[in-house]
């Protein structure tokens, strides 16, 4: 049962990563176009304040006239969606990833996950069922989610820990394992592809974290629940912002005004809060002491602004990535405050809070705290911090619409 998924799991991580990749390269050499050689050929500032703005907004009209003019509006809202979802048809996904890309080269606080997760499930779905019609549909969907955050994080532990979530409570056949063979298979195959070619790191270089001690373990409790608590503010807001832009009725309209916010917000806060905040991250990482407790304050609220307007306002992507940004902003706040906390456990409890409130997957939001630091020491004060914060978060809105408007619980 399990030797015939091998070949159609191989192929789907190759393919999953090589669209990913794709993508990614794509946005990279339009980022460094506009922000680069055309300030550059006009003699201003590639990260002045006009620019930002004027980036930003000119972002809103290209997203805006994408999913104006495309076939299907680039895909449904995507506050209504979540990081996985039931196959799209395949006219959607040119309109989608076109404005995928030009929402990552010009700026807005999202990340490629829901998109090009998106992607893949309804290009592996539609293909799978016409190349393997004897292999149930059913087992697509799973197979291109776990070989896209194979791809997305370049390992397959991720997809391994999401799949088991989404598996819990439900009726499965023989053993988890069992289960898991298939998209572990492409997840592995996905991560090594995204390896071989990119060659990525999510592993900050912060100092490693020692023996930890009981102030490590007050740190790591307190910083988690309250960026715990600071994500949750954004999530109650969101359906208020979400409306107020829906309010505009058109996209022509509504990307625009959310890209003119983020402009005058990335002027606010610097160049740091642009973009899916992985590269900023590590630019903060490699000085955690070069900057005030201000400046961090600062960028960790302009970016979690920045991640609310652009959700709210129509642009294709999804929360992890900048969340990241926030939760490490908001760790190397607490260790500028409190010189005591180990840049590390502010990092690593920082994300862990943030990513529990926004994404309300706990596994997902552990693996990513714990892999940022790559301190083995650290997972259990992760595993401690992680309670109290999924006590604030359990049971409440989530950072999800319905059509209605109304959250998801």
């Known amino acids: 049962m399990l030797l015939p998924l091998v070949v159609p799991a191989l192929v789907v991580g190759v393919a999953c990563s090589l669209l990913f990749l794709g993508v990614s390269e794509l946005a990279e050499k339009l980022q460094h176009v506009l922000w680069t050689d055309l300030p550059d050929a006009l003699g201003v500032g590639g990260y002045s304040s006009l620019w930002m703005i004027v980036m930003l907004t000119a972002?809103?009209?290209?997203?805006?006239?994408?999913?104006?003019?495309?076939?299907?509006?680039?895909?449904?809202?995507?506050?209504?969606?979540?990081?996985?979802?039931?196959?799209?048809?395949?006219?959607?996904?040119?309109?989608?990833?076109?404005?995928?890309?030009?929402?990552l080269a010009g700026g807005p606080s999202l990340g490629p996950e829901n998109p090009i997760i998106a992607a893949n499930i309804a290009l592996v779905f539609w293909l799978g069922a016409k190349a393997r019609p004897a292999v149930p549909p059913a087992l697509w969907v799973p197979l291109a989610e776990a070989a896209t955050l194979g791809a997305l994080f370049g390992t397959p532990v991720a997809a391994a820990l999401v799949i088991s979530e989404a598996l819990a409570g439900r009726?499965?056949?023989g053993s988890l394992w069992d289960a898991l063979f298939a998209p572990l298979t492409a997840a592995?195959?996905?991560?090594?592809?995204?390896?071989?070619?990119?060659?990525?790191?999510?592993?900050?270089?912060?100092?490693?974290?020692?023996?930890?001690?009981?102030?490590?373990?007050?740190a790591s409790l307190v910083i988690a629940s309250a960026a715990a608590v600071l994500g949750m503010a954004a999530v109650y807001a969101f359906p208020h912002t979400h409306a107020a832009f829906g309010r505009l009725k058109h996209p022509m309209l509504m990307l625009p005004a959310g890209g003119l916010v983020l402009g005058l917000l990335g002027a606010l806060g610097g160049?740091?809060?642009?973009?899916?905040g992985l590269d900023e991250v590590a630019e903060l990482a490699r000085d955690p002491d070069g900057w005030s407790a201000?400046?961090?304050?600062?960028?960790?609220?302009?970016?979690?602004?920045?991640?609310?307007?652009?959700?709210?306002?129509?642009?294709?992507?999804?929360?992890?990535?900048?969340?990241?940004?926030?939760?490490?902003?908001?760790?190397?706040?607490?260790?500028?405050?409190?010189?005591?906390?180990?840049?590390?456990?502010?990092?690593?409890?920082?994300?862990?809070?943030?990513?529990l409130a926004i994404t309300r997957q706990g596994w997902i939001s552990l693996f990513t705290a714990a892999v940022l630091v790559s301190s083995p020491t650290i997972i259990a004060l992760l595993c401690?911090?992680?309670?109290?914060?999924?006590?604030?978060?359990?049971?409440?809105?989530?950072?999800?619409?319905?059509?209605?408007?109304t959250s998801v619980r």
Do not use: N, Y
């Not at 009209?61 to 003019?69: A, S, T």
């Not at 160049?271 to 899916?276: D, E, N, P, Y």
């Open 171 to 173: 009726k499965i056949r």
């Open 294 to 355: 201000g400046q961090f304050a600062l960028m960790t609220v302009v970016k979690l602004a920045a991640l609310l307007v652009a959700a709210s306002c129509g642009f294709r992507g999804g929360r992890i990535f900048p969340a990241v940004f926030v939760g490490s902003a908001f760790g190397l706040l607490a260790h500028a405050l409190v010189p005591g906390v180990h840049p590390a456990v502010g990092v690593a409890a920082g994300v862990l809070g943030i990513l």
């Open 59 to 103: 972002t809103g009209i290209l997203v805006g006239l994408v999913v104006w003019k495309a076939p299907g509006h680039a895909g449904p809202d995507p506050a209504t969606v979540g990081l996985a979802s039931a196959p799209l048809p395949p006219f959607l996904l040119p309109g989608l990833l076109v404005a995928t890309a030009l929402m």
């Open 384 to 405: 401690i911090a992680s309670l109290p914060a999924w006590l604030l978060v359990t049971g409440r809105p989530q950072m999800q619409l319905r059509d209605d408007g």
């Open 271 to 276: 160049h740091l809060t642009l973009f899916k």
């Open 188 to 218: 592995a195959t996905g991560a090594m592809t995204t390896a071989l070619v990119a060659h990525p790191t999510f592993d900050l270089g912060l100092p490693s974290v020692p023996r930890p001690d009981g102030g490590d373990l007050l």
